[in-house]
């Protein structure tokens, strides 16, 4: 069972989809994240297994080699890949209650920006770590997130802007969620943004890479 | 025989010529200095001169068969024709009714760029270019990019004012100070055509541009604009003919449209690429019925911005890398940093050294000069993050170049011809942009550098008001894309980061 499991955390680090997949080319023809959890699934190995300590152990890798400057964009995208590729075939699990995950985070992209690379890298990493990920999209409005924080009571908000023009906007949504919610965590990314502005404009967390934010939440799942 | 009057600054004769002899020789054989890159081919168009009631003639190719007066270049235009280019549209001069407020008539047509402001002073009755000056733009202190100054604009209520008030004080700055020299009086300057970003374009009407940068980007206007200089407080003919030259989009400007037409590849040249590279990289594709163009924020990376070492093409800035020592730096004197040029080279060197994995990755610090050899007594070097910023930037080209092909249908061999505008196109070289993926290989010998278009577009539309009816073309068959929202952009976006050595 350690074997499946170690195997599935490479992919997923490497960016191994499926084996039809050409990338990465040193592991052409070899199985993928799709058929080895689908595999380990069919063996018996326990959802929350699969999850801590395959998905999560290979998104931490990339995670952390991000934010070192060892792999770029293209990689981590590659290793979200693969990870959605496993995911998909344990939230049926997820669905039935039959699998717990450790809570939910609602992500988007504020009101006028369109840009979301940034806000797909958080979202795949943060699923990819065990999480519920509720993605609005790009160009969300304050209502909207509004909306959704009323839906899901526990979720930790994340909010994404990469214009300075657009980051004015986060301060317009956190003091909507927070005029009703006011302990209501929001977390806030995106490359004009710095932990100032976080402080400024009263949102909880800022983190310049991705791994920052999965780290945050673990720490508040961990109480 | 016919009677040849030939009228330059210093002297003005009259004499008879053999009928049919051609131009050229005879203005050569008068003592005047012409000069033919093409060795009167008739190919470069560089030996123009301008006959009265005929407008601009090509020397070499021009038979004198009757009486008529020759108007030669200005020796300040002698020298910009000069570095003109081959491929430039010309047009004969017909400047419109306003050339007749003055009996010494002279237009300004201005290039308004993010960072750099270009003003060419032309004589309207000949169309003989008098003067160009690129002088920064003072909105600069506001931020280096349009999205800083539209948020200056959005975040101070009299913001795009203020903005406004930094250009026209500039242009009348330089609108004194011509009429000052040329010794004319502030009111022979009669016409003033601008090109620039459509950021630019609104900033100068004093319209709030803040639209431009939220979706759905829409901005407030795109059509031309004809106003009476009096209406901006210029200091020129108050009833001074002032036009802004026509855009397409938020991001698309009259400098981009203007500057396409400017063009006039050869015939062989069915589709071809045009590519601005700045702060935002503009970039076209023209076939023979639809112009598909795009814009893709490639990041001030090129620019000098975000670069550790970074800095524009100024004195001092490494311009061209061929391997440790063996640099050419702006000015030959010590190095303080490295432009957008010698970046590419460097990274195409470290590629291909196996420095630079194909991933990106490197492991340090790669030292370009040391402490001992820069002018700044610290080492100047690439850091693994400059690298990064590299591959942004490059991406974001080159994933708008795909997709501006995959709409049109064709392939990279398919095209042609590739025409890098501004400054930036005079330096790159194409094989190490293909190298590091900026630009497709295919298209390597075939780049050329096209100079300001945007200010050749003014200039064109100063000189000739023919030059509306080829913008009005061009504009009809323009088709914008926007990729922020475009389905592949994102994935083309992430995987074109990767080199492929």
Redesign the interface.
């Known amino acids: 069972m350690d074997e499946i499991l170690k195997q599935i955390a490479h992919c997923v680090e490497f960016g191994k989809i499926n084996n039809a997949s050409p990338y990465p080319p040193d592991m052409k023809g070899q199985e993928g994240a799709d058929e080895l959890t689908r595999k380990a699934l069919d063996s018996g190995v326990p959802v929350e297994d699969i999850l801590t300590h395959a998905l999560i152990v290979g998104m931490k890798n990339v995670g952390v080699k991000f934010r070192e ?7 981590v ?1 590659m290793s979200a890949k693969a990870m959605g590729a496993a995911m998909e075939h344990l939230k049926p699990h997820f669905a039935s209650g039959a699998a717990k995950r450790k809570g939910t985070f609602i992500i988007g992209t504020v ?7 940034g806000k ?1 890298l958080v979202s795949m990493m943060v699923e990819g770590n065990g999480y519920e990920v509720i993605d609005l999209g ?2 969300v409005s304050a209502g909207k997130f509004l909306a959704e924080a009323e839906k899901y009571p526990h979720g930790v908000i994340g909010l994404s802007a990469l ?4 980051m ?1 906007n986060m301060e317009k949504i956190v003091k909507t969620i927070k005029d009703k919610y006011p302990d209501r965590i929001i977390c806030i990314g995106g490359a004009p943004v710095s932990d100032d502005f976080c402080k400024k404009i009263n949102a909880d967390f800022y983190s310049p890479d991705p791994q920052g934010a999965v780290e945050f939440l673990n720490e508040l799942a961990a109480g | 025989m016919p009677r040849l009057k030939i009228l330059s600054k210093e002297v003005s004769l009259t004499e008879k010529v053999p009928r049919g002899a051609m131009l050229l020789d005879i203005l050569r054989t008068a003592g005047h200095e012409m000069y033919t890159p093409c060795g009167g081919q008739g190919t470069c168009g560089k030996c123009r001169v301008y006959v009265r009631d005929r407008g601009y003639v090509t020397s070499c190719l021009f038979p004198v068969m009757e009486d008529m007066e020759i108007v030669l270049p200005e020796p300040s235009e002698a020298s910009i024709m000069a570095e003109q280019y081959a491929h430039t549209r010309q047009l004969p001069a017909d400047p419109g009714p306003s050339a007749r407020l003055s009996a010494h008539p002279y237009g300004v047509a201005v290039d308004l760029g993010t960072t750099s402001l270009v003003f060419h002073f032309v004589n309207l009755m000949t169309g003989a270019l008098v003067e160009t000056r690129a002088i920064l733009n003072p909105q600069a202190k506001y931020g280096a990019d349009v ?2 100054r ?2 200056y604009c ?2 101070n209520p009299q913001g795009a004012r203020i903005l406004q008030q930094e250009i026209i004080n500039t242009v009348n700055a330089e609108l004194l100070r011509f009429a000052g020299n040329a010794g004319t009086g502030k009111t022979d300057v009669v016409r003033i055509c601008f090109t620039g970003n459509t950021t630019m374009l609104h900033i100068l009407l004093g319209v709030d541009p ?1 639209p431009i ?3 759905p980007f829409t901005p407030a206007f795109t059509e031309e604009k004809i106003l009476r200089a009096a209406d901006l407080d210029l200091e020129c003919h108050p009833g001074g003919e002032v036009k802004i030259l026509p855009s397409l989009s938020a991001y698309i400007g009259s400098d981009i449209v203007a500057g396409i037409a400017s063009l006039k590849p050869s015939t062989a040249h069915k589709n071809y690429l045009f590519l601005d590279l700045g702060t935002n990289g503009e970039m076209a594709l023209c076939t023979p019925d639809r112009i598909y163009c795009c814009s893709s924020a490639a990041g001030p990376a090129f620019e000098g911005a975000n670069i550790e070492h970074g800095m524009g093409a100024a004195e001092g800035a490494i311009m061209s890398y061929d391997g440790p020592g063996r640099f050419r730096i702006i000015g030959d004197t010590r190095p303080t940093g490295i432009c957008g040029s010698g970046l590419i080279d460097l990274v195409a060197w470290l590629l291909a050294g196996g420095r630079i994995s194909g ?3 490197m492991a340090g610090d790669f030292i370009i000069a040391t402490a001992a050899e820069s002018a700044t007594g610290q080492a100047i070097c690439l850091t ?2 400059d690298v ?1 910023e590299v ?2 930037a490059k991406s974001a080209v080159a994933s708008g170049i795909n997709i501006l092909l995959s709409h049109a249908g064709l392939s990279a061999d398919q095209i042609d011809a590739l025409y890098l505008a501004g400054g930036f196109g005079n330096y790159i070289r194409p094989a190490n942009a293909a190298s590091i993926g900026l630009i497709p290989r295919e298209l390597c010998a075939r780049a050329m550098p096209a100079g300001n278009t945007s200010g050749t577009g003014a200039l064109l539309s100063l000189r000739s008001v023919s030059f509306d009816g080829i913008l009005e073309e061009i504009l009809s068959r323009m088709k914008n894309l926007e990729l ?2 475009h389905p592949d952009f ?2 083309q ?3 074109n ?2 080199f492929h050595t």
């Open positions: 400057n060892k792999v770029f964009v293209p990689q995208l009101e006028g920006d369109l840009h979301d690379i797909n790009v160009d214009l300075t023009t657009t004015v | 999205i800083s539209i948020n959005v975040l803040g940068a939220y979706v991933d990106g990755y693994p993050k990064r591959q942004l922020s929202d994102v994935m976006f992430a995987m980061m990767e």
